[in-house]
């Protein structure tokens, strides 16, 4: 098993720029032009902030979305929905904490909590971000490491009773994935982070696992459908729809809707697959990808439906009319 080298924020011949969106308010200079620029000659890859984030924010933050023109979705988002028990949100590789700062305003500050994290040399650029958002605590995690899932756990007092600020025990109801699936030496330890915190002792004591919500932009096609091959073996999961109210209302759509249908990014909303809970994970990565333990056999196998979600956006229209 493999875990992420520390200084994987910063590949041969890095050479990028700060990104630019309307989502961005201009008052935060926190997540603008010249504030990535500081953060990527000194975070790299992390002090930027991807395209994935803006679409997904558009799902999750209802004030990133101007009127008259809004959006219905299916499944709503857990933002807008009435929550009657506490939210503990995992945020994987949260870099900047774009998202992290945006989610925390939909958060009551007095029951929920997000966990923002990403490696340990990246929650300094984190701490300075989102010390103004009290809901929010910043923790190190390290793909694909079980020490540090461990070391997860114990924060939320899932192993240790009484270990966390609130002296009780918080499984996850959510984990935010924005933007991830990109290297291939990340894959693996991406899918078995994912593993960890879908296991005991992260499931509820009614065995639920969190909700998954991953924004998702197609850069290199076959290096990343391994990931959801085998993703798709241990996680259910279906892109988000959206539907078009006001003054351009229309049917429903996989978002986010464009005017060709050919835009290259998705959002899921995933679970874990039930039957999974009694399969043996691989300690391989190279077996993990290849689907090795799902099914309960040892064979290497591979999920299509993200293959067939790709087929299925030629021709992206969804009418439940």
Partial sequence: MSVIPLNHNFPFDLNIRPSTSSATRSEDTRFGEIAQASAISKFGIAGRVWEASYILLSYLDCSNRDAPDQLEFDPPPFTRMACADPLTIIELGSGTGLIASRIAEHLRVDRDLL?????????????????????????????????????????????????????????????????????????????????????????????????????????????????????????????????????????????????????????????RRSESRTWTIPENDRDLLAGVGAWGTSEGKVDDSFETMLLMSLNPVYDYN
């Fill in 115 to 271: 966990l923002a994290t990403d490696l340990p040399d990246v929650c300094g650029l984190l701490e300075g971000n989102l010390q103004a958002c009290p809901a929010i605590r910043v923790q190190p995690l390290t793909w694909g490491s079980t020490e540090a899932a461990v070391a997860l756990a114990i924060f939320l007092g899932l192993t240790t009773p009484g270990a966390n600020e609130a002296h009780s025990p918080r499984h996850p109801t959510h984990i935010i994935c924005s933007d991830l699936v990109y290297f291939p030496a990340l894959l693996a330890p991406l899918l078995r982070t994912l593993l960890h915190v879908t296991s005991p002792p992260f499931r509820s004591p009614a065995g639920e696992s969190a909700v998954i919500v991953i924004s998702y932009k197609i850069r290199s096609l076959p290096k990343e459908t391994p990931f959801w091959s085998a993703f798709g073996l241990w996680f259910e999961y279906a892109p988000v729809l959206a539907l078009r109210v006001g003054l351009e209302a229309g049917a429903w759509c996989r978002f986010p809707i464009t005017l060709d249908g050919e835009d290259e990014s998705y959002v899921f909303v995933a679970r």
